[in-house]
């Protein structure tokens, strides 16, 4: 069994920052892509920001230029960085990672972190 364990969200004003970081632990063969998605009121999830095992991000246009991904492959941890916050960037963040597990190699599954609560407002 794959464990996501995010952190540091939190609340921050407008024009602040905030960095997530997410952990993926259990029997491990590679993870593969990761990203951070947030939830919208519709309770929809929305891709942010993901990047591949090899380094190659991808960014939602409204993240552009403000946030950005990285990851540490020997820790199986992603990161989000966010800067210049907006009150439109308040949302559930979760990370996902498709991981290549050792008891079935050939088949990679998504697993899904707990969820941190970003809230920006003055």
């Known amino acids: 069994q794959v464990q996501l364990v995010e952190s540091g969200g939190g609340l921050v004003e407008p024009g602040g920052s905030l960095r997530l970081s997410c952990a993926a632990s259990?029997?491990?063969?590679?993870?593969?892509?990761m990203g951070w998605y947030r939830q919208t009121p519709r309770n929809q999830r929305i891709m942010v920001a993901s990047i591949t095992n090899t380094g190659s991000t991808n960014y939602a246009d409204s993240v552009k230029g403000r946030f950005t991904v990285s990851r540490d492959n020997a820790k199986n941890t992603i990161y989000l960085q966010m800067n210049n916050l907006k009150p439109e960037d308040t949302a559930v963040y979760y990370c996902?990672?498709?991981?290549?597990?050792?008891?079935?190699?050939?088949?990679?599954?998504?697993?899904w972190g707990q969820g941190t609560q970003v809230s920006v407002s003055a």
């Open positions: 259990g029997r491990i063969f590679r993870v593969d892509d």
């Open positions: 996902k990672a498709v991981v290549r597990e050792f008891s079935n190699i050939l088949i990679p599954r998504d697993y």
